[in-house]
């Protein structure tokens, strides 16, 4: 699927005002709109372009394709909009494995990539690069949370995670932080559906609690299996694997789970009291974490190009690393490696009004950086 979007030809309905800019700015947004991981793809370009449709900017060009969650293709459709629709920037891909294909081609083609998700350490510290930024998180930091707070409450974790750099990011970041015993490091293969063994395994583990990341419908297969095991070992984890694109789908079975998340709907400041109804009231639906994110990386992008010219890269990356924006996540800045210095909080999965969300109980990290930036140099 293939849709160019002016955002011109979006009405101004929110309010908000118009930024001039430098030059006009063609943004090439790479998501997964197909298949099992769509949920986090589809919140990602709504997120973004509600972010776009807000500044309301004659000069913004974004055009959007599926990768369907194939690195191959996603590299295919980066060449293409680099060499043959002439973007300046390159967005919104959600997987770290397809983030790992596309993105060292396009710097090397002096072309800006801001991530709206994906967060790889190998370009978090020596392979970082100037043109690279990532306005969500290093992929490490919301399981080191969990980590930290697992200290506190379990002595022996089960811990499991796709076999894919996320999913090794995912166990690193957690084992960085956790003290007590592991009963198990389990590595599951990536969009399996299936998770009878696994759950076998922490039957007989003898865990206390289970930290699993599986984003989209990995995380909805398991905990829907899970639930009708009869197993009764506490299950946490990272804000992905009950974040709100997954938690209709999920159903009860996630009610009480705890998880971290450097966002959540009920977080008190002024840009997440407009963001929540302004999505709602774009899409009918409640944000999730992925749309934050590409909510932000829009704003990013924005304000950049209100200050400097796209065609004098220096001065636009210089300009993006202010991070003059209003997150909803409330304090945001970018670290030596540009990515966030944040606060992550711990969440909990509650119902209201009949819908399942997160809510949160207390923060984990306060303006918590990543454990590579010390090793980017550029």
């Known amino acids: 699927m293939k849709t160019f979007l002016k955002a011109a030809t979006l009405a101004l309905s929110l309010g908000a005002s118009s930024m001039a800019m430098a030059d006009p700015i063609k943004i090439g947004l790479i998501t997964t709109l197909s298949g099992g991981g769509a949920g986090l793809g589809v919140d ?12 309301g900017n004659k000069d913004v060009t974004v055009i959007t394709e599926d990768d369907a969650q194939k690195p191959e293709l996603a590299v295919q459709i980066a060449d293409k909009m680099i060499q043959s629709d002439k973007v300046d920037i390159l967005t919104g891909i959600v997987w770290s494995n397809l983030l790992m294909a596309v993105v060292p081609g396009a710097v ?13 350490a190998a370009l978090a510290g020596e392979k970082c690069d100037p043109l690279y930024f990532n306005a969500a998180y290093q992929n490490d930091n919301l399981h080191e949370a969990m980590g930290e707070y697992a200290n506190k409450v379990y002595k022996k974790m089960f811990i499991m995670a ?24 389990v590595y599951t293969k990536v969009g399996q559906t299936d998770y009878a063994a696994e759950i076998a395994q922490i039957r007989a583990s003898g865990a206390d609690a289970a ?28 804000g992905f694997s009950f974040s709100q694109d997954v938690l209709p ?36 639906r409640l944000p999730s974490i ?29 300009a993006l690393n202010k991070a003059d924006i209003k997150s909803p996540r409330g304090k ?3 670290n030596t490696n540009r990515h966030p210095i944040q606060d992550i909080y711990l969440t ?28 980017c140099k550029k």
């Open 211 to 238: 930290f699993v990341f599986l984003p989209g419908g990995m995380g909805i297969a398991f905990m829907k299996q899970y639930a009708q095991s009869g197993v009764t070992i506490p299950v946490i984890g990272p």
């Open 162 to 185: 796709p076999n894919y750099p996320a999913g090794k990011d995912s166990l690193t970041g957690f084992k960085r932080y956790y003290k007590g015993d592991l009963a198990n490091e």
């Open 44 to 55: 990602t370009r709504d997120g973004f372009m509600l972010a776009i449709k807000q500044a």
């Open 290 to 318: 992925y749309a934050v994110q590409a909510y932000d990386a829009a704003q990013l992008i924005l304000s950049a190009a209100s200050q400097a010219s796209i065609s004098d890269m220096k001065a636009f990356t210089a």
């Open 348 to 375: 909990e999965v509650v119902k209201e009004d009949g819908t399942l969300t997160n809510k949160i109980v207390e923060p984990i990290f306060t303006d918590h950086g990543d454990a590579y930036a010390k090793d």
């Open 249 to 284: 789908a999920i159903g009860d079975a996630a009610l009480g789970a705890k998880a971290s998340g450097q966002w959540a709907k009920d977080l008190d400041n002024e840009a997440n009291k407009a963001f929540v109804p302004a999505f709602q009231k774009e899409y009918g």
């Open 108 to 120: 090397a083609q002096g072309k800006l990539y801001v991530s709206t998700n994906a967060a790889p």
């Open 332 to 334: 945001f800045k970018f």
